[in-house]
């Protein structure tokens, strides 16, 4: 009777490892590809592809991750135009103080390919985002990356911000 009951728990637990292990196996992240818009991302899932609501006129490929409930969104802007000044003017109003949501000490200037961006991160409800903007090849990147407040920025949110890449236009 102990053997059985001993043998039925590590049974369950083996089930139990090899279930996880199925799991883990599941979620293969691989690069994705998109020369009219110029560039790759690596990413668990193919992101879901819309014209933005955000800016009209912008190809949105977006990710939403149900295990720790964070989004990712790339918004590919092709409107001609001096993305630089509007970046720059971007940043003067997040500095300004003007909307209380965002922290202004979080405001960056990251480096893409010796082009400067912007990054700021701000709170909306019970959520935190990161927005990071990149002028590239006269595209406007813009990233928005959001989470539930109180924790860190996910891991997979990094790992596809930090895979971003340029690529040949056809």
């Given amino acids: 009777m ?13 089930l139990t ?3 996880q292990g199925q799991q883990r196996k599941q979620v293969q992240w691989k690069e994705y590809v998109y020369p009219d818009d110029g560039f790759a991302l690596t990413l ?4 879901s592809i819309n014209e933005s609501p955000a800016l009209p006129g912008a190809t949105a490929y977006a990710i939403y991750s149900e295990s720790d409930d964070s989004g990712f969104v790339l918004r590919v802007m ?10 720059a ?17 979080s405001v960056k200037e990251p480096s893409f390919d010796g082009n400067r961006g912007l990054e700021y991160m701000f709170k909306r409800n ?16 813009y990233f928005t990356v ?25």
Wanted: net charge positive; with cysteine.
């Fill in 17 to 19: 490892g090899f279930a």
């Fill in 146 to 170: 959001n989470w539930p407040s109180g924790r860190p920025i996910p891991a997979a949110a990094t790992r596809m911000l930090n895979s971003f890449r340029l690529v040949q236009q056809p």
């Fill in 89 to 105: 003017k971007l940043k003067e109003s997040v500095l300004s103080g003007n909307n209380a949501s965002i922290d202004r000490s």
């Fill in 126 to 141: 019970t959520t935190v985002a990161i927005d990071r903007l990149y002028c590239l090849n006269e595209r406007l990147y």
């Fill in 44 to 47: 668990p899932s193919p992101p």
């Fill in 78 to 87: 092709h409107k001609k135009g001096n993305c630089a000044s509007a970046i």
């Fill in 2 to 14: 102990k053997v059985r009951f001993v043998a039925s728990i590590l049974f369950t637990f083996l």
